[in-house]
């Protein structure tokens, strides 16, 4: 079982890159299917889980510390709406979808964990 630290440093690696799987998303979405609304949502969303995440390691507090995490948290689930929205509109292919999607629910998870055991400590 990972320790405390180890997910902390799981979270912040899987949250930048799933950033960065974002933005290329969002370069995809506007150069390829010519889509302009939704990714920039999705760009918003994607890119705000792990700015949050960052910031929750300089947290003030415990109580700053779980403020951070839960926004992630919303963002993360607010990316995974958008990513639903895109692949049920045919904007993104099931393979493609599957693997960011994928990435986005193992960040919700931890984050969720994060949340909960934090509260609760």
């Known amino acids: 079982m990972l320790d405390k630290k180890q997910v902390d440093n799981n979270i ?3 949250s930048k ?3 960065v799987r974002i933005i290329k998303l969002f370069n995809y979405l506007k150069s390829e299917k010519k889509e302009y609304v939704m990714s920039k949502q999705i760009l918003r969303s994607g890119t705000s889980v792990g700015a949050n995440v960052r910031e ?3 947290a003030q507090s415990r109580a700053d510390f779980i403020n951070k995490m839960s926004i992630a948290l ?3 689930n607010e990316s995974a709406y958008w990513l639903e929205i895109l692949h049920q509109t045919d ?3 099931t393979p493609l979808y599957n693997s960011i ?3 986005c629910d193992k960040i919700i ?3 969720t964990k ?3 055991t934090t509260k609760n400590t």
């Open 12 to 14: 912040y690696e899987l």
């Open 17 to 19: 890159n799933f950033a």
């Open 56 to 58: 929750g390691r300089c």
């Open 74 to 76: 919303k963002e993360a």
């Open 91 to 93: 904007y993104l292919d």
């Open 101 to 103: 999607y994928d990435d």
């Open 109 to 111: 998870a931890i984050l």
């Open 114 to 116: 994060i949340v909960k």
